[in-house]
C-alpha cells in the first residue's frame, strides 16, 4: 500500500521554519552544507559550518563552564534539567515535525522520539537528588572508608541521524545533573532538530540562572568530531554510529587516556518458539523489524523460527507485510516512510542481491516506492527473505527493512544461532514457556546486552540502561546506574581517632 501524496519540499521549508520559530531559532544561511528532507530527497536550505577554530572555542567554552557547573549543588543542576524538560513539552509538535522532516520518521515514532527526551529529564531530574556514594566497612578502628562520586569534565556527545534527538537527550540530561558540561556534534543529516534542541537548553539555561556554556554545538563535519575525540579536555566521548566508526574513536580516545562510550552496531535477532502466541508474535515483529523503514539501530533484523512453525508465522508475516502503508511520513495512516537516502537504498539492494545470490529467497517486498513524485527520495517495500544456514550476510548489518528468516530445531541450537554474529545490542524470545524465556535470559541465553521476553528487540524505556556487547561497544546510557559513567568515584581514608593505623597492620615506625 501506498499513503496519500507527498508534500513538497516548499511546503516542507516551511513547515521547518515555523517550528524553528516557535522554538526561537532563525537559521543561519550558508552554503557550507544543506539541511535535506528524505521526503522528497531535496535540499531545504544553506547552513554554515563550524570549523577547527569553532571547536576550540567550544571546548574552551564548556571546560571554563564545568569548573562553575560542578560546584553548583546537584538539585540545583536538576533545575536546569527540570526546566529543559518543560520546554520540551511546550514544543513538542514542533521538534516532532523536524525530526520527521530531516529524519523521515512517521508522526507517532517521531513524537515518541521527543516523550524519551521529556522522559529522561524526568529520570534526570530525579537522579539529581540520588548520586549516592557508599559507605564502607573499615579494617582499622576508628578510621571510616567512603566512595563519593564527582563531576567528570566536558562530554562530546556525537550522535546519529536515526534518532536525532533522543540519544543526544540520554547522554545531555544525565551528564548535566552529573555536573558535567556537554558538547555536541550531531549528524549533518539532522541539523534543524539539533539547532532546536540547543536552543531550548540556552533558554532553559537563562531561565534558571544556569552558565550558557553547560551546552555547546557544533554543525559540521568529521573534522569537528575528530576534534572532540582528540581534545584532552573532553573527558568522555559519547559515540553513536557504525562498528567502523567505533573503531576509529575508541582506539583514539584511550590513547589519550580519555573515556569512550560507544553505542555501535546491532544485528538484532528474535527467537519464536512453538508455543509462542502468533497473534502477540506477528504485532511485535512487524514493529521491530518494519517500523522507522528498518533504521534503528534496535531494528529486528534476524527471525529464528521453530521449523514447526515457520512455515504458518512466515504466511502471516507476508501477508501483514503486503498491507503496510508506505509515504508520507506526516500522514496518520503510513507506517512506513522513507530511508535517509538513494544511499541506503543502493545499500539495502546490494544486500539482498547478496543474500539470493547465497540462495536467500524472496517471499515479499523489496520494491521501490514513489520514485515518480520524489525521484531524489528512497522508499522501499520492507522486505522478507528466507536464508539458508550456509548465508554469511546475515551476520552483518544492513541499516534497512530486511528481516531474514531462519529456521532451528531445538531451543539450544537457536541460541547458538542467535549468538553466532559480531554485534550484541537487542534480543528478544517469543513463548509462553517459562523454562524457554528463564534459559534465553540466562548467561547461557542471548549474549545482548538488552533481551526481552514476548516483545521486539526495539522500544526501549529510558528507566533501564541502553547498550551492547561485542562490537555494539559495551557502552550504556539513559537509565539504571549509566549515570557513574558520567562521574568519577574517589575512594576516602577518614582518621577520626589520634592514632595513626596502617592497613593490613603493617608496621612501619
Known sequence: MTGTSLPTTDELRERALAALSRVGVTPEDGSDFHARTPITGEDLFGLAAAGEADAEEAVAAAHEAFLTWRTTPAPRRGELVRRLGELLREHKSDLADLITIEAGKIRSEALGEVQEMIDICDFALGLSRQLYGRTIASERPGHRLAE?????????????????????????????????????????????????CDRLVARAAGDVGAPRDVHRLLLGDRAVGERLVDDPRVALVSATGSTRMGREVGPRVAARFGRSLLELGGNNAAVVTPSADLDLTVQGVVFAAAGTAGQRCTTLRRLIVHRDIADTLVERLTAAYRKLPIGNPFDETTLV???????????????????QAQGGKVLVGGNRRLAGQAPEAAYAEPVIIRV???????????????????????????????????????????????????????????????????????????????????????????????????????????????????????SFL
Open 148 to 196: 563519593t562520586w564527582h563531576p567528570l569534565g566536558v562530554v562530546g556527545v556525537i550522535s546519529a541521524f536515526n534518532f536525532p534527538a533522543a540519544v543526544w537527550s540520554w547522554n545531555t540530561a544525565v551528564a548535566l545533573a552529573c555536573g558535567d558540561t556537554v558538547v555536541w556534534k550531531p549528524s549533518e543529516l539532522t541539523p534543524l532538530i539539533s539547532l532546536a
Open 337 to 355: 516512510g522513507p530511508l535517509i537516502s538513494p544511499k541506503a537504498l543502493d545499500g539495502m539492494q546490494g544486500a539482498l542481491d547478496r543474500v
Open 388 to 506: 539458508g544456514e550456509q548465508n554469511d550476510v546475515v551476520r552483518e548489518e544492513t541499516f534497512a527493512p530486511i528481516l531474514y528468516v531462519m529456521t532451528y530445531d531445538t531451543l539450544d541450537e537457536a541460541i547458538a544461532l542467535h549468538n553466532d554474529v559480531p554485534q550484541g545490542l537487542s534480543s528478544s524470545i517469543f513463548t509462553r514457556d517459562q523454562q524457554e524465556a528463564e534459559l534465553f535470559l540466562s548467561s547461557a541465553g542471548s549474549d545482548c546486552g538488552i533481551a526481552n521476553v514476548n516483545i521486539g528487540t526495539s522500544g526501549a524505556e529510558i528507566g533501564g540502561a541502553f547498550g551492547g556487547e561485542k562490537e555494539t561497544g559495551g557502552g550504556r546510557e539513559s537509565g539504571s546506574d549509566s549515570w557513574k559513567a558520567y562521574m568519577r568515584s574517589a575512594t576516602n581514608t577518614i582518621n577520626y581517632s589520634s592514632e595513626l593505623a596502617l592497613a593490613q597492620n603493617v
